[in-house]
């Protein structure tokens, strides 16, 4: 186990993945299958023109389901590595990522279209008020996905007024990497080194008590056939007037 980052020490960069692949969701059942409304409708209209059967289109949305908590996960991936190198920290309250000795205060988003407009209002005030608490520090929006390489001021319209300030920027995640680390390409050895501390954790972790999907089969309980669909649409509409008896026509 040997990953020779400068800014992160192999102990520490492997329990950092270890502990994202822990909180990885890929246990649900049917109740947290159904904590969503599923639209059968939509599913319908996928199985038809993807030529794919019912069993693969339910299989598809439980992936889309655990995938938005998935999303949570890799962000608290990219913030909490910060705990381990020197100089910052992840706070459990306000900013996500903090140098106190630079006076640097970040927001970090996995995406530069997460936000609309009115939570961009909301993060850069939140940054105009620590630039009144202390007018040397200075803000970061940094962005894992953002659209370009960048570290420049970010330009936000407030009450229809175009604002920015050179102390309230927007960052791309390798400019941070370089600010935080010294080094220039500090994010893109963590991208060339990451599959393989990926792999490394899996060998070490029991994955049948990572991956436990039931819905198909509790779909299936008690059914004489297989019409996993129509019991989608019963449990979607099991309000709605003429599908308690529903049929195929």
Known sequence: MQYDLAFISDENLFNHVKSTVEKYRAVICLKDFHKNIIDPIKLTFDARIYQQSWEEIIEGEVIRQLDKSNNNHIGYFHQDIFNYIDGWHVPLQGFDIINESK??????????????????????????????????????LVEVIAKRSQNIPWRVSLNGISKSRDNIRRVSIDQFYKLATGQTDAFSQLCQVLPRVVEDVLESTNLDSIIQNTVIDELMVGKKDTDILRSIYQTSFATYEGFTDFQWR
Request: proline share 0%.
């Open 103 to 140: 006076k640097i205060y970040v927001e970090m988003k996995n995406k530069h279209n997460t936000m609309n407009s009115s939570s961009s209002q909301k993060t850069y005030m939140k940054m105009q008020d620590q630039l009144i608490e202390d007018v040397e520090s200075v803000c970061m």
